[in-house]
């Protein structure tokens, strides 16, 4: 597993297991959610997160890329397990752990959707490794790009 960043001293991290996934466009764009806070200034995520009871890593990426954009996926290859710390939008100091997939994109369904603060972009990858909020997120797309 890497890690990526150090915790702030002094915060109790509560560990989430999270997952992942990059999914490419036909035009070789890959799919970020945008996120939108109120108060706080929008930042760009790879689809997925919390693992919940009784899931896999693939069945949260499926769930949470339909929650999150509306697309359905089919969970591929493993690319990297990370662990990351930060702190959530409402200042709650978690540890990420687990794995960022290949994804590829086998539907749509709007009625999916259900995180209204989260809008589905597609960036070129080389765009998205320098927007993306999580280091481990960006390291997982530049080796993406490198395997080809």
Do not use: C
Request: aromatic share 8%; hydrophobic share 45%.
């Amino acid at each position: 597993m890497l890690a990526f960043d150090a915790p702030t001293p002094g915060l109790e991290y509560k560990n989430r297991w999270a997952a992942f996934g990059i999914a490419e466009g036909r035009d070789g764009r890959i799919a970020l959610v945008e996120v939108r806070k109120p108060g706080r200034a929008p930042y760009f995520d790879l689809p997925g997160g919390a693992v919940d009871g009784g899931e896999d890593e693939r069945m949260a990426i499926a769930r949470e890329f339909g929650e999150e954009t509306g697309l359905v996926v089919e969970v591929g290859a493993q690319i990297v397990e990370v662990s990351q710390p930060f702190l959530k939008s409402d200042g709650q100091p978690v540890r990420n752990f687990g794995g960022i997939y290949v994804v590829t994109v086998t539907g749509e369904q709007p009625e999916l959707k259900v995180e209204d603060d989260h809008a589905l972009v597609w960036l070129d990858p080389r765009d998205a490794v320098v927007a993306l909020r999580h280091d481990a997120h960006a390291w997982a797309v530049a080796a993406w790009l490198r395997r080809g």
